[in-house]
DNA sequence: ATCTTGAATAAGTCATACCTTTGGGGCGAT
DNA sequence: ATCGCCCCAAAGGTATGACTTATTCAAGAT
């Protein structure tokens, strides 16, 4: 859990009922009604409704209540946020938003890696090249799920780019609830592994426009994996 | 004020102090000395912690206090922070990553608008490219930015990804900043206000190639400038 | 019908007491 | 002198009750 402490057990309850719609635009909660639901003190209530509020999912008005904002308002960018959506109804919905996210920030990311890598994220990103190589000729899925998050994250962060850094986990997110969901073929397509690599290749060479096109041609890939899987 | 009441008070003291470096990383505060330094009571000291913590800005530990986090924890999406760091020591950073930011993404937003806009959009853009072109003309840079900050979040609205959608806020920010800080030109570069026009016929023509390639050359444009003035 | 006013309601704030965790110092054993 | 254990104090975490303020709604006056 992110936040901890009582209010992080509302969050974990309130949060994703209002994300997956359980709670609807326009819902009304007070806090003493969550008080007596949650069995805890207006305190730790009012902490964890600021939290959402400060999120944009809920607004607090006098005479009048907590008030579910539309969609339109909430703070897509909050990990919280997008964690809950992906774990509830609007699954679909977050990782298409995301896949689009994916295809116009990592080649971009790619690119800049290419120019901005250090030696160490060198080395890694064409050890994590390895290993996807490996794993995915033994179908070891859990394995290979983790190095491909790595491999995305390390190029996101080797690109110097403090924001890109940061949608790192965003896209493990992605990765991850792909996996689990079976959108993944059972053996990861040797053709995509072999993208990863020229990636590597390419950020390693300082060749941007090589590294972006690959990136480019693996997330445009999973987009329309995705598309297909998803109608 | 995005964040009502007095926790807001607090948060837009504590907010810039921290964004700007001048509270530094493992600088530890305590509630009970903020208590006292803003004449408020401990809710209000918690209530507004409980959202640095959120943003990442903070973490809280018992018998420690209330420390300030490294900022490659920092929640660089949300957009308090974006606007914090837009307005202190940190502003030449957040512009670059920003920058890098619309590179990636509003080239991806315009090629999705050009296949989703709805009629309105098109008037609305087109309408725009108009306006821009009558106030760069006249120099007017206060209506010429408001109808730029406009114009770009139409088109990321008219991409039909929320993600998208919800940076066209932040791209204003960053709009406003520039224009503020004359980062500018004294008048708008007629070169610049074409490649608007040309943004808006092709999204209404439905050529997404043409729109994604002008929309690409107005922020790289603005990235290389950027990278002029800051050095 | 419209405006005014007042009462009811629910959030916002404050003060205080108490619980829980945890870092660090002191003390003893080795 | 060093190591390890234990206990205490410090600081955040939670609970509670009283009070304040804004806001809606409706009744009554114009």
Same mark, same amino acid.
């Given at each position: 859990m992110e936040i901890q402490g009582l209010p992080g057990k509302l969050l974990a309850e309130l949060g994703p009922s209002i994300a997956s719609g359980e709670l609807a635009e326009g819902a009304v909660l007070r806090i003493e009604e969550l008080e007596e639901r949650f069995g805890v003190s207006r305190t730790v209530v009012r902490e964890a409704v600021r939290i959402l509020e400060s999120m944009r999912l809920?607004?607090?008005r006098r005479r009048v209540g907590i008030t579910v904002q539309p969609r339109r308002d909430w703070d897509v960018f909050d990990p919280l946020v997008i964690r809950w959506r992906l774990a509830g109804a609007d699954r679909a919905a977050q990782l298409r938003s995301l896949g689009s996210l994916r295809v116009a920030v @990592?080649?971009?990311a790619a690119a800049l890696a290419a120019q901005h890598a250090t030696a $160490?994220?060198?080395?890694?990103?064409?050890?994590?090249a390895v290993e996807l190589t490996v794993t995915a000729r033994a179908a $070891?899925?859990?394995a290979f799920l983790r190095h491909d998050i790595d491999f995305h994250a390390t190029v996101l962060r080797a690109s110097g780019n @403090?924001?890109?850094?940061h949608l790192g986990d965003t896209v493990g997110a992605v990765l991850t609830g792909r996996t689990e969901h079976?959108?993944?073929p059972h053996q990861p397509r040797a053709y995509a592994v072999q993208l990863h690599r020229e990636v590597a290749e390419a950020v390693c060479a300082g060749d941007a426009e090589r590294a972006e096109r690959a990136m480019r041609t693996i997330v445009t890939g999973a987009l329309e994996e995705l598309a297909a899987e998803l109608g």
């Open positions: 809920v607004a607090s @990592e080649p971009a $160490d994220q060198c080395r890694e990103l064409s050890a994590l $070891d899925l859990t @403090e924001m890109f850094a079976n959108l993944m």
